[in-house]
């Protein structure tokens, strides 16, 4: 039992390239989550997803876009990649929102030179 | 949304109880309030989280005000390994809504 998975754990790219954050479940969750944590700045959410099919916007949903066609999956795209978005990527998935406990993955370290 | 609260950091000496606090005064009736914590280089995990009434698991307890705006994480005797940042957050229970926002989390630091 993987429980969160995300992929890449690392990447480093240029300013203005595309590129997309993996997060896959195993636990049958509906509801997913993307963070991006930031130093002093705690968790913040990008996007959730409170179902196949279904995103919504975070408290930080600038720049990038979010997709979940499977249930298991919750996709996270940058489009053009600036600087700004340096940080480190959670993403995290409960099974039935506020009721039960989140999972989080282990973290996705992007830099943006 | 619900603005979340919580101290920058606290310190704590081995074997004592800490209680780290929250404020989330604009909670909604249909959110339960989450506490996670992260230790270095990993991700956050579970503490506990409760509706209305108290809380206690294998890890901590949690007392929650009656009015809701605020709540006590309670580790009952620190250790070194609860040396992490502690997030709290509300964390809707219905429908569409779903969306888990935290603090900006409490550093906790214990000294041996």
């Known amino acids: 039992n993987a429980g969160v998975t995300q992929t890449p754990k690392f990447r480093v790219l240029k300013t203005g390239q595309s590129m997309t954050l993996l997060c896959a479940q195993d636990?049958?969750?509906?509801?997913m989550y993307w963070y991006r944590q930031d130093p002093g700045m705690g968790l913040r959410l990008i996007h959730y997803?409170?179902?196949?099919?279904?995103?919504a916007k975070g408290e930080v949903p600038d720049g990038y876009n979010v997709s979940r066609l499977k249930k298991q999956n919750f996709l996270l795209g940058l489009e053009s990649a600036a600087p700004s978005q340096t940080s480190v990527y959670f993403c995290?998935?409960?099974?039935?929102?506020?009721?039960?406990?989140?999972?989080f993955g282990q973290g996705t370290r992007l830099t943006v030179v | 949304d619900a603005k979340t609260t919580q101290p920058n950091s606290m310190e704590s000496n081995e074997e004592e109880p800490v209680h780290l606090p929250c404020n989330h005064s604009?909670?909604?009736?249909?959110?339960?309030i989450h506490w996670y914590r992260q230790l270095p280089s990993q991700g956050p995990e579970y503490v506990i989280h409760g509706l209305t009434s108290n809380v206690n698991n294998r890890m901590a307890s949690l007392a929650i005000a009656e009015d809701r705006k605020s709540s006590t994480l309670i580790l009952h005797r620190a250790t070194l390994r609860d040396a992490a940042v502690y997030y709290c957050g509300p964390h809707n229970y219905g429908g569409s809504q779903g969306n888990l926002i935290f603090g900006k989390g409490t550093k906790l630091s214990v000294k041996p």
């Open positions: 604009t909670i909604s009736g249909t959110d339960y």
């Open positions: 636990m049958n969750h509906e509801y």
């Open positions: 997803s409170v179902g196949e099919g279904t995103t």
């Open positions: 995290a998935s409960t099974r039935t929102g506020g009721y039960t406990e989140a999972f």
